[in-house]
């Protein structure tokens, strides 16, 4: 539509600016991803979670691994994937108490939340060959965190170019791989005790 006015645009005829829904509009150059999951996280916004029994860190570990997309269990922490990766194989290392702060961890849940986040890189560079990782605790809800009352570490592989306009333009992510597939291929490459 370069070189098109406004004006030009707006003489059209109905049938030129009427999509193959016979809905009214203007074709434009993007394609839309559709992500209707994502909208029950937007709807609900930070702090939608208040209490343990609507917390989904805390239900999770009560639900089958598949069923809840937990790769690892641990003695006082767990490894999960994002339910809304930024990329293939983001995973969250949670501790199994509903404890906002990472100053409410004990010595023994620090240690392995640690020990959590270094096998956790570990496997993604056995399965995925990223390039670089995003480590990242988000404190609170003016620190960003989505689920603000349940601390949890955020471990995102890259890759180089994994960062293009879409997230930025159109606030979409393109991901590669189902959420499902993504989760048995990092649990299979967990490594045993």
């Given at each position: ?78 490894v999960v994937l994002n ?85 930025i333009i159109a606030q ?22």
């Open positions: 539509m370069a070189g098109t006015t406004r004006e030009a645009m707006m003489g059209r005829a109905d049938d030129e600016a009427t999509d193959s829904f016979e809905l009214p509009g203007v074709p434009d150059a993007f394609q839309r991803l559709w992500t209707p999951h994502r909208m029950a996280y937007v709807k609900g916004g930070q702090g939608q979670f208040k209490n343990k029994d609507e917390c989904p860190f805390c239900v999770a570990p009560a639900r089958p691994d598949e069923e809840s997309l937990i790769v690892h269990r641990g003695e006082t922490a767990y339910l809304f990766p930024y990329n293939p194989g983001h995973l969250l290392v949670c501790p199994y108490r509903h404890v906002p702060d990472y100053t409410d961890l004990t010595p023994a849940e620090t240690a392995e939340f640690a020990e959590l986040t270094q096998t956790a890189m570990r496997v993604l560079r056995k399965v995925a060959n990223p390039s670089g990782f995003n480590l990242g605790m988000n404190q609170g809800d003016a620190g960003g965190a989505g689920v603000a009352a349940h601390l949890h570490q955020h471990v995102v592989p890259r890759w180089g170019g994994d960062g293009n306009f879409f997230p979409t992510k393109a991901i590669t791989q189902t959420l499902d597939e993504v989760r048995k291929q990092v649990a299979d490459a967990w490594p045993a005790r």
